[in-house]
């Protein structure tokens, strides 16, 4: 059975029995000061608008059994799996690794890698830890949701143009139908982040849909079957 969502650029078909739910790294690290990503020179308040969006629609997906996934990006303790480009890029004071208000930036364990409390993971929802910016690079995402029968993904999270949209890259080239939570999502450079809405859903849904969190909500309480 699917229900009809009113996205762009045309109504997305959800079967919510083969959709995930997936929220891109709502860690402390980006949107609390003292983070990844305030180490980055961002203001991290401006993140914090999509926290709310993400939380009525997983309010929502928990409520329909629709399966809600997690994921984190950081690392183990001892560095092994931060690759060398990725740990000198740029010209910062505090690196991945280093000390600060929240622990070790990015690094598994710390306090700084935790998922905010407000969309805190609920015993039996999947937590992915990944390494990188695409949420199945080196991670065992794609196995649980084949294992699950799951053939759609509802994207969520941060940052837009980064995690999420990597993320919608790696799900659309593995033939997951993907729509992006227009809300629900958040960058830096909010620019960055329109324009990464515009491009997922160009020429007619290149990687997919993007949809306001009210019609996805709406489509799940409402069950308008199509
Ligand atoms: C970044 C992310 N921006 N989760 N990570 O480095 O988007």
């Known amino acids: 059975m699917t229900i009809s969502v009113a996205a762009r650029p045309y109504e997305f078909k959800l079967d919510p029995a083969r959709t995930a739910f997936v929220i891109i790294d709502m860690q402390r ?22 926290i709310e969006p993400i939380g009525a629609v997983l309010a929502a997906c928990r409520a329909h059994g629709v399966l809600v996934i997690h994921t984190r990006e950081g ?19 505090t690196r991945i690794g280093d000390d600060g208000p929240m622990g ?5 364990g710390a306090e700084g890698h935790e998922i905010i409390s407000e969309l805190f993971p609920e015993p039996g929802e999947p937590v992915i830890d990944k390494p990188g910016k695409g949420a199945f690079y080196a991670t065992d995402l794609e196995t649980i949701l084949r ?51 515009d491009m997922a859903c160009a020429q007619d849904g290149i990687f997919g849909w993007v949809a306001p969190s009210a019609a996805v909500i709406s489509a799940l309480q409402t069950g308008a079957v199509t």
């Not at 053939?151 to 729509?179: K, M, P, S, W, Y």
């Open 147 to 197: 294992g699950r029968g799951i053939t759609q993904l509802i994207l969520a999270g941060v940052t837009t143009e980064v995690c999420v949209h990597t993320t919608l890259r790696e799900a659309n080239d593995r033939g997951f139908e993907c729509l992006v939570l227009e809300d629900g999502t958040a960058s830096y450079f909010p620019e960055f982040h329109r324009a990464a809405l």
């Open 75 to 93: 690392h183990r303790p001892d560095l092994s799996d931060l690759n060398g480009a990725k740990h000198r890029r740029g010209r910062f004071a």
């Open 29 to 50: 690290d980006f949107v609390e000061p003292g983070g990844f990503g305030a180490a980055l020179g961002n203001d991290v308040s401006k993140l914090r608008a999509a």
């Open 104 to 108: 070790r930036i990015l690094i598994r």
